[in-house]
């Protein structure tokens, strides 16, 4: 089966100690759309300029990225250029250019509406929950978020919440939103928000899955050398949603999988600058490390 | 087989958000030893005051702990005092009064040089290697640290990494030693100073080991509350070494293993004050908690 995702789609500009690279592809649409592209179709929704480069409309579509859902309107496409620390946990934003994504409303052409699995990656909270409004019965759906919204859009956020199957957050996000520092306390009181499975993504150190079958704990795929650690997030619920949506079986069945799966593509996504080193990948590579992980964590 | 554990014996002072309490046992050999007795027995080098409660005498005999190598001297039992901010990977020291801690040498009995695991629990470099000084072909050796030898004695510390078998340090000492942010980049610098077995400690994280078969990625056991975190990588060390010493077959099979029941002990230190909860498990209670990170990892 297709993922469905809908998400931002700009220009990132990203600066880090050893260099910088200008109006690369970016967007939290276009890191989980490439991702789950090595697992399933793709059908992506969003909205660029007029001046946004054929070069990566070619990208997405050597990807099989079905674009009946993305706007190219008369404007400039979102762009945004950030700056990284020599720590990677560290970054901050030098500018925002919403372009035409200041006034975009997502809207699923027909093919998308019956959609079985839904990405809703990160955008606003509204333009999240207007998505689903224009669904038939998917069967399961995921967000993700960011601490912007958390910080200006929290009451549309927790009514999305009571919509959603998994929620997928970082940690600090988790705090922010439950004040428990422990993650395990927080991810206690997200349940009681709505969502079945919740995941809290926690970098370098990996990620925490807790679900109706108790938590699982996945690895981070241990790197040497981090390039550029943006959209990894987005990478990784990108794999996970691709891998589940042609899985056989049950969610819960194939969930713990899917984790490892996205932990593995966002290893590729830090590899390289926006998604350089994501887009030359195969499906052997992400296989491979798959492996290895099983190998680094048996005892 | 034993293990030989040395390091300090003290009383903690530990203050949290939620509670005072005073004079507890600590030290980094006490918790140590505890953790290890579990698994086999242990011969413990220390050095306490008069001052020091028989209770807690009679505590490390309940854990069987040979005591030949304790020093018993005229003079005030080491006593650190610290304070946790809510969030408990902070913590302040409110006090260090060194008493006969200050003019320790440890001195091994004639029954304790032929020891063949031994535990070189944090304390100075120098009093490491001088206990090792004093040792008859060890078969594995291995020491812990802490951020106050990087600053104050790294060039005793770098010699002693040359005479050790495996080097346990947390990340943000993992950073100090080596310049380092990524702990698999400062894992390649650290075997390079000597050590065969490298151990970072990444606290509610878990631990990463590299060793000549690789890398292991170790989880931490989920704790949804921590009472008070003081000892838990004393009790990790002292759990990995005990379980080390008893298992049958090479370091190589069993060190993964190890590392898992050590992170366990280390669960159980977090959840009472000082040594208050450790001294309270059973064999069957870690295992119990073994089987569940099995269960809390598998894909």
Same mark, same amino acid.
């Given at each position: 089966?297709?993922?469905?995702?809908?998400?931002?789609?700009?220009?990132?500009?990203?600066?880090?100690?050893?260099?910088?690279?200008?109006?690369?592809?970016?967007?939290?649409?276009?890191?989980?759309?490439?991702?789950?592209?090595?697992? /399933?179709?793709?059908? =992506?929704?969003?909205?660029? %300029?007029?001046?946004?480069?054929?070069?990566? &409309?070619?990208?997405? *579509? @050597?990807?099989?990225?079905?674009?009946?859902?993305?706007?190219?309107?008369?404007?400039?496409?979102?762009?945004?250029?950030?700056?990284?620390?020599?720590?990677?946990?560290?970054?901050?934003?030098?500018?925002?250019?919403?372009?035409?994504?200041?006034?975009?409303?997502?809207?699923?052409?027909?093919?998308?509406?019956? /959609?079985?699995?839904? =990405?809703?990656?990160?955008? %606003?909270?509204?333009?999240?929950?207007?998505? &689903?409004?224009?669904? *038939? @019965?998917?069967?399961?759906?995921?967000?993700?978020?960011?601490?912007?919204?958390?910080?200006?859009?929290?009451?549309?956020?927790?009514?999305?919440?009571?919509?959603?199957?998994?929620?997928?957050?970082?940690?600090?996000?988790?705090?922010?939103?439950?004040?428990?520092?422990?993650?395990?306390?927080?991810?206690?009181?997200?349940?009681?928000?709505?969502?079945?499975?919740?995941?809290?993504?926690?970098?370098?150190?990996?990620?925490?899955?807790?679900?109706?079958?108790?938590?699982?704990?996945?690895?981070?795929?241990?790197?040497?050398?981090?390039?550029?650690?943006?959209?990894?997030?987005?990478?990784?619920?990108?794999?996970?949603?691709?891998?589940?949506?042609?899985?056989?079986?049950?969610?819960?069945?194939?969930?713990?999988?899917?984790?490892?799966?996205?932990?593995?593509?966002?290893?590729?996504?830090?590899?390289?600058?926006?998604?350089?080193?994501?887009?030359?990948?195969?499906?052997?590579?992400?296989?491979?490390?798959?492996?290895?992980?099983?190998?680094?964590?048996?005892?």
């Amino acid at each position: 089966m297709s993922v469905l995702i809908v998400g931002s789609t700009a220009l990132d500009s990203i600066k880090t100690p050893k260099s910088e690279n200008p109006r690369l592809l970016g967007g939290s649409a276009s890191h989980a759309a490439v991702a789950a592209s090595f697992f /399933s179709p793709v059908k =992506l929704v969003g909205v660029v %300029g007029d001046d946004f480069p054929k070069k990566y &409309l070619q990208l997405y *579509r @050597r990807h099989k990225i079905d674009l009946a859902g993305l706007q190219i309107r008369a404007g400039k496409t979102f762009h945004w250029s950030g700056e990284y620390e020599v720590n990677m946990n560290h970054r901050r934003t030098l500018l925002t250019e919403l372009g035409v994504f200041e006034t975009f409303t997502p809207t699923l052409p027909p093919a998308y509406q019956a /959609s079985s699995f839904v =990405l809703l990656a990160n955008i %606003g909270p509204s333009l999240q929950a207007h998505v &689903l409004d224009q669904m *038939r @019965r998917p069967k399961f759906v995921v967000a993700d978020t960011m601490d912007l919204w958390l910080n200006i859009a929290l009451p549309d956020l927790l009514k999305l919440l009571k919509r959603l199957d998994g929620f997928v957050l970082n940690d600090s996000e988790a705090h922010q939103l439950t004040k428990e520092d422990n993650v395990f306390a927080a991810i206690r009181k997200i349940h009681k928000l709505g969502p079945k499975y919740v995941i809290i993504k926690k970098g370098s150190h990996g990620s925490v899955l807790s679900g109706p079958h108790g938590v699982f704990i996945c690895p981070a795929y241990p790197l040497r050398e981090v390039m550029d650690p943006t959209g990894a997030g987005d990478s990784f619920v990108g794999g996970l949603m691709g891998y589940l949506a042609t899985a056989r079986g049950s969610i819960d069945r194939n969930i713990r999988r899917a984790m490892i799966y996205g932990s593995v593509t966002a290893s590729f996504c830090c590899e390289g600058f926006g998604l350089t080193r994501t887009t030359r990948i195969t499906r052997a590579q992400i296989n491979r490390r798959v492996n290895e992980l099983e190998r680094l964590t048996r005892f």
